[in-house]
């Protein structure tokens, strides 16, 4: 979360994005399917220059959906959690984005059930992007923080959540994120797909 590929500072952003691009080339090292990254984050500058770190969020994610192409990986956009001042957090931010990117990137989503929680919007977030999900997060938490519960822990409807999934047609992974809990998270989780 302190990498931020939103810097309005350049040479910041620079260091961000080449740090992103080491671990890019990493993972197709390592034969990675997919490569997942966070948003950029706005700064103290905003309230000077409203919107800077959106723009420099969109040219990061240019520069690393060119990056992923060279490298044969596939770059996976996570929504952002809340509090945190993410630049993409909301399923009206994602829109915005596909708007302004104007079809020039073909832009896929790692979406996180859990920080989709925080803003009420899991439902909405399968509903509007059913097609550019390709990796799921899940993990709980109340609703109010990000806790990365275990599943069943907080308020989160996990039957709810793989029925949506299922309807969307999603059959990508889903990765398990809570802190705590793990096996048992796991457990309930293959009951749920069973
Ligand atoms: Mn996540």
Redesign the pocket.
């Known amino acids: 979360m302190d990498v931020n590929i939103g810097s309005p500072y350049e040479p910041m952003r620079r260091f961000a994005l080449r740090r992103h691009f080491r671990s890019m080339e990493a993972a197709a090292r390592i034969g990675a399917s997919s490569w ?1 990254f966070h948003p950029g984050l706005r700064t103290g500058v905003t309230y000077y220059y409203p919107g800077v770190e959106w723009r420099k969020t969109l040219q990061s994610i240019r520069e690393i959906y060119r990056k992923a192409e060279e490298l044969g990986i596939e770059a996976l956009l ?1 929504n952002g959690t809340e509090p945190v001042p993410f630049v993409l957090k909301k399923v009206e931010d994602f829109e915005r984005l596909l708007s302004d990117l104007k079809g020039d990137v073909d832009l896929k989503l ?1 979406f ?1 059930v ?2 989709a929680n925080l803003n009420g919007q899991i439902q909405d977030f399968v509903k509007a992007f059913s097609g550019l999900i390709k990796h799921v ?1 899940v ?1 709980d938490n109340d609703g109010k923080s990000d806790l990365h519960l275990g599943l069943g822990r907080g308020t989160v409807n996990w039957p709810e959540v793989i029925n949506a999934l299922r309807e969307a047609g999603y059959r990508g992974p889903l990765v398990v ?1 809570s802190v705590e809990n793990v096996w048992e998270s796991l457990v309930f989780l293959r009951s749920l797909l069973a």
């Open positions: 997942v996570e790692a996180d859990g920080h997060h993990h994120e």
